[in-house]
Antibody, heavy 123, light 113 residues
Framework: QLQLQESGPGLVKPSETLSLTCTVS??????????WGWIRQPPGKGLEWIGS???????YSSPSLRSRVAISVDTSKNQFSLKLSSVTAADSAVYFC???????????????WGQGTLVTVSS | DSVMTQSPDSLAVSLGERATINCKSS????????????LAWYQQKPGQPPKLLIY???TRESGVPDRFSGGGSGTDFTLTISSLQAEDVAVYYC?????????FGPGTKVDIK
């Protein structure tokens, strides 16, 4: 059974960089036809897609966050990571990692989710 | 970007009754070459991550009870719970994946009347 687990600091200071890692177990991050993505959810609010990437390096990200987002993968550790720079209080949210089915070379729906990790931006 | 809207914001349905949630996309998510609608539905219970229910607008994910069904095409879609169970209390989200600028609807909360 595929499992994903987010890890990283729960508190980040304004203007600093938020860094999270998602560890995948029960399957290989290098499997063909799967993408790996990040989605966030501010407390009490809806879901916002952040970005997705394929293990070979193809990356997609939300236009509203693109200038601040970097997603990378470490196939040797079966992990992928998110870096979000210049954070503000508006970036406080539960951050989920997930596996996305690939179709015709693009990521599609999320079929496996991590449990999520709460990140608070505060001094 | 496609903007997704959902209606109603919340609804309360008696146990065993039907619940219907609407989702509308600002742009069509229908791809005529493969005759598919690029839309998914998720269920999220408090304190849990979302769970995939339906993709391609009407294909149930493995293990999802058949009381959940998806319909619609183009810009207008529905998620129907044919006979509401207590464990179906949750927030339901639609998501378009027509382009890799994925957008979710704002969610519809379903409760027991």
């Amino acid at each position: 059974q595929l499992q994903l687990q987010e890890s990283g600091p729960g508190l980040v200071k304004p203007s600093e960089t938020l860094s999270l890692t998602c560890t995948v177990s029960g399957g290989s991050i290098s499997s063909s036809n799967y993408y790996w993505g990040w989605i966030r959810q501010p407390p009490g609010k809806g879901l916002e897609w952040i970005g997705s990437m394929y293990y070979s390096g193809s990356t997609y990200s939300s236009p509203s966050l693109r200038s601040r987002v970097a997603i990378s993968v470490d196939t040797s550790k079966n992990q992928f990571s998110l870096k979000l720079s210049s954070v503000t209080a508006a970036d406080s949210a539960v951050y989920f990692c997930g596996r996305q089915q690939g179709d015709n070379g693009w990521p599609r729906w999320v079929d496996y989710w991590g449990q999520g990790t709460l990140v608070t931006v505060s001094s | 970007d496609s903007v997704m809207t959902q209606s109603p914001d919340s609804l309360a349905v008696s146990l065993g009754e039907r619940a219907t949630i609407n989702c509308k996309s600002s742009q069509s998510v229908f791809h005529s070459p493969n005759n598919k609608n690029y839309l998914a539905w998720y269920q999220q219970k408090p304190g849990q991550p979302p769970k995939l229910l339906i993709y391609w607008a009407s294909t149930r994910e493995s293990g999802v009870p058949d009381r959940f069904s998806g319909g619609g095409s183009g810009t207008d879609f529905t998620l129907t719970i044919s006979s509401l169970q207590a464990e179906d209390v949750a927030v339901y989200y639609c998501q378009q994946y027509y382009t890799p600028q994925f957008t979710f609807g704002p969610g519809t909360k379903v409760d027991i009347k």
